[in-house]
């Protein structure tokens, strides 16, 4: 089976399609992306793009609302946070400070800019 995201005219993935193998492949059986893409189209309309769960291509797997960036190549997911910085390498974003790593539970504050306890972690 492959994976096929639709996207819009911003680049936005707007669905995500599972087809069959030969519905991908040429005629020796070589999985191509262009035939899965033109396939989608016939079938749909629309411009797609493969993705895969276990991000072999374009380093995450396409969701709804992702956006793919033909320069890394990649999908990316929606921005949480204005603060968040994207990876490039890895095409996620992060805080521009890292996790704790004490163990404790913690959740963004975009108005401090860092991590604060989670509510259930602040009762004893």
Same mark, same amino acid.
């Given at each position: 089976?492959?994976?096929?995201?639709?996207?819009?005219?911003?680049?936005?993935?707007? +669905?995500?399609?599972?087809?069959?193998n030969?519905? /991908? @492949?040429?005629?020796?059986? &070589?999985? *191509?992306e262009y035939i899965g893409a033109a396939f989608c189209e +016939?079938?749909?309309?629309?411009?797609?793009?493969? /993705? @895969?769960?276990?991000?072999? &291509?374009? *380093?995450n797997y396409a969701g709804i609302?992702?956006?793919?960036?033909e320069s890394l190549n990649a999908f990316i997911p929606p921005q949480l946070y204005p603060s968040?910085?994207?990876?490039?390498?890895?095409a996620q974003w992060e805080p521009p400070v890292p996790y704790p790593t004490d163990g404790k539970a913690y959740i963004w504050d975009e108005a401090k800019k860092d991590w604060v306890l989670a509510p259930?972690?602040?009762k004893k």
């Open positions: 089976m492959a994976h096929f995201a639709e996207l819009d005219s911003n680049n936005v993935v707007l +669905r995500v399609v599972v087809i069959g030969a519905d /991908t @492949s040429d005629a020796n059986g &070589i999985e *191509k +016939r079938l749909f309309g629309g411009t797609w793009k493969q /993705t @895969s769960y276990n991000a072999n &291509i374009r *380093k609302g992702y956006k793919f960036d968040w910085v994207l990876n490039n390498d890895t259930s972690s602040n």
